[in-house]
């Protein structure tokens, strides 16, 4: 089951107690996309430029950052 929430740009899609959101820039390109566990962050999530480009990936556990991988001298060459 898929919602929309028109105030943030995001489509979060719900299974149980897992979320998979996805949010966008006002120009429609996506700028983050994750996985919620009970409306924690959880997991990988991507953010993202404007322009589409991965410019960082940070990891959560329960809502709480672990890790954030980001190139801050050449943000665009960030790759999955």
């Given at each position: 089951?898929?919602?929309?929430?028109k105030?943030?740009?995001?489509?979060?899609?719900?299974?149980?107690?897992?979320?998979?959101?996805v949010?966008?820039?006002?120009?429609?390109?996506?700028?983050?996309?994750?996985?919620?566990?009970?409306?924690?962050?959880?997991?990988?999530?991507?953010?993202?430029?404007?322009?589409?480009?991965?410019?960082?990936?940070?990891?959560?556990?329960?809502?709480?950052?672990?890790?954030?991988?980001?190139?801050?001298?050449?943000?665009?060459?960030?790759?999955?």
């Amino acid at each position: 089951l898929a919602h929309w929430h028109k105030l943030y740009n995001e489509i979060t899609q719900v299974k149980g107690d897992t979320s998979k959101v996805v949010t966008y820039y006002k120009n429609g390109t996506l700028k983050s996309e994750g996985t919620k566990i009970k409306k924690f962050r959880h997991g990988s999530w991507y953010y993202y430029d404007e322009e589409g480009y991965l410019i960082k990936m940070v990891k959560y556990k329960n809502g709480r950052m672990v890790k954030e991988f980001s190139n801050e001298r050449h943000p665009k060459a960030i790759t999955r």
